[in-house]
Nanobody
Framework: QVQLVESGGGSVQAGGSLRLSCAASGYTSRAYCWGWFRQAPEMPREGVARMRTTGDSIYYVGSNKGRFTISQDNGGNTLYLQMDSLKSEDTGIYYC???????????????????WGQGTQVTVSS
């Protein structure tokens, strides 16, 4: 049974940092695309960053580049998102997702991803 479990969310003041983790289990393929999404209150879910479990195809959406860093452990079992210089507009629920395909599709569109974690809340106060 495929499972993604996020952790590491919390409350932080603007300018602070948080590190999110996503533990994957149940995947039989060692190569797939996975990434981070967030959903602010009353807003659609949007992509943040993604990469392949092979360590390549790293992609950041818009203003996240330079502030956020996506990475994974050597075994490709845990995905991380290091978030620095956090802003109030970064507030939302952060989800980890995977597409079970060995390749990442163009961009970072939620409907391209099949498996989702339960999400972890990030609150940034100004």
């Amino acid at each position: 049974q495929v499972q993604l479990v996020e952790s590491g969310g919390g409350s932080v003041q603007a300018g602070g940092s948080l590190r999110l983790s996503c533990a994957a289990s149940g995947y039989t393929s060692r190569a797939y695309c996975w990434g981070w999404f967030r959903q602010a209150p009353e807003m659609p879910r949007e992509g943040v960053a993604r990469m392949r479990t092979t360590g390549d195809s790293i992609y950041y959406v818009g203003s996240n580049k330079g502030r956020f860093t996506i990475s994974q452990d050597n075994g490709g079992n845990t995905l991380y998102l290091q978030m620095d210089s956090l802003k109030s507009e970064d507030t939302g629920i952060y989800y980890c997702a995977a597409n079970r395909s060995p390749y990442c599709s163009w961009g970072l569109i939620p409907s391209d991803y099949i498996d989702w974690g339960q999400g972890t809340q990030v609150t940034v106060s100004s």
